[in-house]
């Protein structure tokens, strides 16, 4: 929705960067204070780049700003990665990089401008062990220490606790599937390993990224399971963009279907691109949303589901605190536990986190 | 509830509160600081409000919310003033604008600085006090060192020194000083702030160029002392002073560097003001 | 890795790690040491010896050489340097 005095929204503005050119000071405020809160100030920078945009010099320091920082976190992650090799390109097993440090090493040029957190990898679940021990040999260290938080994410979750280096403070989140074990769906990992291709930076023999498809895939299953949306709207731009990247690619959106289908995902899939479709208007092939669903058992995304989401993820107005936007993400965050977690695994869980919200010192 | 925008260079800063204190505080040390309309371009969207609930009457707090996002713990309301000049520090440092931002004092005559990093309980900030107080430097900022790394000058950033515990009453003998309220048990001990002195505001958009880094050290009764140091040694005290060098890589380095070449670097030990005051005098007026 | 300014009144320079963001603190003779390796394909260590015989005959330790090619090992420098991570 473009309000007249507060100028175009984000959504539409990286859509159509030319949409920025009549702005005045006020509206430039507004649209990188929004970008920023939706942590796509770097991609509006690029966006706006590459539209060659003429950007006011107050506003050019805020969004130069955030890309330095993409460019130096990019570099960082390269290093990082080449940290992993060397602690653990001895054991001779696939290491595939996932959703932010995936599309620095990919070779398409994605997640130009973004800005990262963790690191994430798959690793065969054979290996957890030696993966394990080889970190902590190489200065990694399980950041989570109570007896309860191991057991939520060994027992639950699809990864081993995150583990953060000891002098460099990076986390680095280990998984071997990419939902966790109590999760509705049931994806097999081989086939996310088994389809992954080596990256193209020298001296990375052991490291991988997903194909294109398995790249969409997971980053629309991460964002369908998450409870959490202060990313979400960058993970939906993560995924338009890969759309429009992978789309004119021959076999492309043929393969997607095929594998989303195969991995028992249709459902999370056909939701995702509606939702990318509705927020940002990719284009995507009927035939493919016909598929799905019809693997679906002629299930289609549900109206009231995409509703909710497309009001989760609106960006926070300054001074605007919209209370249906509130309740939606209030219900979205309450959804992903119990997709993941069956409810009475869910109910203690969030007890406790209110719990140590209240009395961090109380940790038993 | 006041609602300012205040141009405190080289930023545009919003300022809303609901304190009364924060009110005075803004006339008191701001009123020269030129004001903007509410549609200009916003660098920093700053808020100091009332606590929530309970905590609006019961042990009332102050909460500092920078674009509407709460990152700091709640202080006691009576400290609503410190909280939004602390807040604002966080805020320079910790944003991203190309700028590199180190802990230090900095002043200058004409256009020639000077710049004192701030190893916390080193006398910096009496030191910069005096040092615009009592003689005739130019204040560019007592706390932030703001470096533009494609012009390699120094931005002025005229806000009030903050003055800690026994510095308030050395301060308060100064002819030019002209001191704000007095805070107790803040977490810094006794504060106070001090107005940027008249002079330093007309000139508070003037850059300069670093031309000495002097690294104080305060110790009673101490003789003085005076040692010229390697840049090498100097960009190693001065990077665990910046608050965001590493988060700059390449272009910080560079602008670092870049800074030392022009400058001369020295450590002095001083055990008074007007000793410390006399060290500086030789290094810059030889 | 780049290395900052050649400051005249110092007798070290600063090595920075572009990728890590790391910064070391380099002694005269491990910069000019780390340059030649940097400049040259293939060093072999007399050749190395030989063109810092000049920096050398300055030192009272005669085994200065060894030590500050196991000191820039044990900062991972040597081997920085070998993989030009760039």
Same mark, same amino acid.
């Given at each position: 929705m473009t309000q007249r005095d507060e100028g175009p929204t984000l959504v539409a503005v990286l859509a159509d960067p030319q949409l920025a050119t009549p702005l005045n000071d006020a509206q430039w405020s507004r649209l990188v204070s929004t970008a920023r809160h939706a942590n796509l100030l770097g991609a509006l920078s690029g966006r706006l780049k590459a539209a060659q945009i003429l950007i006011p010099a107050r506003a050019s320091r805020h969004l130069d700003g955030a890309h330095q920082l993409s460019d130096r976190q990019h570099r960082s992650v390269r290093w990082e990665v080449h940290q992993l090799q060397a602690a653990l390109g001895h054991l001779s097993i696939p290491i595939v990089l996932l959703k932010g440090a995936a599309y620095v090493l990919s070779a398409h040029s994605l997640g130009q401008g973004r800005l990262?957190? %963790?690191? %994430?990898i798959l690793v065969p679940r054979t290996a957890?062990?030696?993966?394990?021990?080889?970190?902590?040999?190489?200065?990694?260290?399980?950041?989570?220490?109570?007896? +309860?938080?191991? *057991? +939520? +994410?060994?027992?639950?979750?699809?990864?081993?606790?995150?583990?953060?280096?000891? !002098?460099?403070? #990076?986390?680095?989140?280990?998984?071997?599937?990419?939902?966790?074990?109590?999760? &509705?769906?049931?994806? %097999?990992p081989q086939q996310i390993l088994s389809r992954a291709l080596p990256v193209s930076e020298p001296g990375l023999p052991a490291i991988r990224v997903p194909c294109p498809e398995d790249l969409v895939i997971h980053s629309i299953v991460h964002l369908v399971h998450e409870g959490e949306l202060h990313n979400g709207l *960058?993970?939906?731009?993560?995924?338009?963009?890969?759309? =429009?990247?992978?789309?004119?690619?021959?076999?492309?959106? #043929?393969?997607?279907?095929?594998?989303?289908?195969?991995?028992?995902?249709?459902?999370?899939?056909?939701?995702?691109?509606?939702?990318?479709?509705?927020?940002?208007?990719?284009?995507?092939?009927?035939?493919? &949303?016909?598929?799905?669903?019809?693997?679906?058992?002629?299930? !289609?995304?549900?109206?009231?589901?995409?509703a909710t989401f497309g009001l989760a993820l609106e960006p926070p107005q300054p001074d605007e605190q919209n209370p249906a936007v509130a309740i939606a993400q209030w219900l979205i965050y309450v959804r992903s536990h119990s997709l993941r977690m069956p409810l009475r695994l869910v109910v203690p869980h969030l007890a406790r986190k209110t719990w140590l919200a209240w009395f961090p010192d109380k940790e038993r | 509830m006041i609602d300012t925008?205040?141009?405190?260079?080289?930023?545009?800063? *919003?300022?809303?509160?609901?304190?009364?204190?924060? @009110?005075?505080?803004l006339d008191f040390f701001y009123s020269n600081h030129p004001r903007h309309g509410s549609d200009s371009f916003i660098d920093f969207d700053v808020q100091v409000l009332h606590g929530q609930g309970l905590r609006r009457w019961w042990h009332p707090q102050a909460r500092l919310l920078l674009d509407g996002k709460e990152s700091f713990f709640p202080l006691p309301a009576v400290q609503a003033a410190p909280m939004l000049e602390w807040g604002l520090n966080w $805020?320079? @440092?910790? &944003?991203?604008?190309? +700028?590199?931002?180190?802990?230090? =004092?900095?002043? @200058?005559?004409? %256009? &020639?600085?000077?710049?004192?990093?701030?190893?916390?309980?080193?006398?910096?900030? #009496?030191?910069?006090?005096?040092? $615009?107080?009592l003689e005739d430097w130019r204040l560019l900022s007592d706390e932030l060192a703001i470096l533009d790394p494609v012009s390699g000058l120094m931005q002025p950033h005229a806000r009030p020194i903050c003055l800690k515990n026994a510095s308030i009453e050395i301060a308060c003998g100064f002819p030019k000083t002209r001191l704000g309220r007095v805070y107790h048990d803040t977490r810094k001990g006794t504060i106070s702030h001090a107005a940027c002195p008249t002079a330093s505001m007309a000139a508070s958009s003037t850059p300069a160029r670093v031309q000495w880094v002097v690294f104080p050290r305060f110790e009673l009764d101490s003789p003085p002392r005076c040692e010229e140091i390697s840049r090498v040694e100097a960009f190693s005290m001065i990077s665990e002073q910046s608050f965001n060098r590493e988060r700059m890589g390449e272009v910080g380095f560079d602008a670092l560097c870049a800074m030392l070449t022009d400058a001369r670097c020295f450590q002095i030990v001083y055990g008074s003001t007007d000793a410390g005051l006399q060290l500086i005098h030789e290094i810059t007026q030889p | 890795m780049k290395f900052g300014p050649c400051w005249s009144c110092s007798d070290a320079v600063i090595l920075f790690d572009c990728h890590s963001g790391d910064y070391w603190v380099v002694s005269d003779l491990g910069f000019k040491l780390l340059r030649l390796l940097l400049t040259h394909a293939e060093m072999t260590h007399e050749a190395l010896a030989m063109q810092l015989a000049p920096d050398l005959a300055h030192e009272e330790n005669p085994a200065m050489l060894q030590l500050t090619m196991q000191s820039l090992m044990d900062n991972g420098l040597l081997q920085a340097v070998h993989c030009r991570a760039d």
């Open positions: 990262f957190g %963790d690191i %994430d957890l062990g030696e993966v394990e021990s080889q970190l902590m040999l190489h200065g990694w260290v399980s950041a989570k220490t109570s007896a +309860y938080d191991q *057991r +939520y +994410y060994r027992q639950w979750m699809h990864e081993i606790p995150p583990m953060s280096h000891i !002098r460099r403070a #990076t986390v680095l989140d280990v998984h071997h599937t990419i939902l966790p074990l109590t999760a &509705r769906h049931k994806p %097999d *960058r993970d939906l731009n993560d995924i338009h963009s890969m759309l =429009g990247k992978f789309g004119s690619m021959p076999g492309f959106w #043929t393969r997607l279907a095929a594998h989303a289908i195969g991995n028992d995902l249709s459902g999370p899939v056909s939701f995702g691109l509606a939702l990318v479709q509705q927020v940002f208007g990719t284009p995507v092939p009927v035939v493919v &949303r016909e598929q799905l669903t019809q693997a679906q058992r002629g299930r !289609r995304p549900s109206t009231l589901l995409l | 925008v205040l141009h405190i260079f080289p930023f545009n800063v *919003r300022i809303r509160s609901s304190f009364a204190g924060v @009110a005075e505080h $805020c320079i @440092a910790s &944003r991203p604008l190309g +700028y590199l931002v180190m802990h230090a =004092g900095l002043l @200058a005559q004409g %256009d &020639r600085a000077l710049m004192l990093p701030g190893v916390p309980g080193a006398g910096k900030s #009496t030191l910069t006090a005096s040092l $615009c107080l | -």
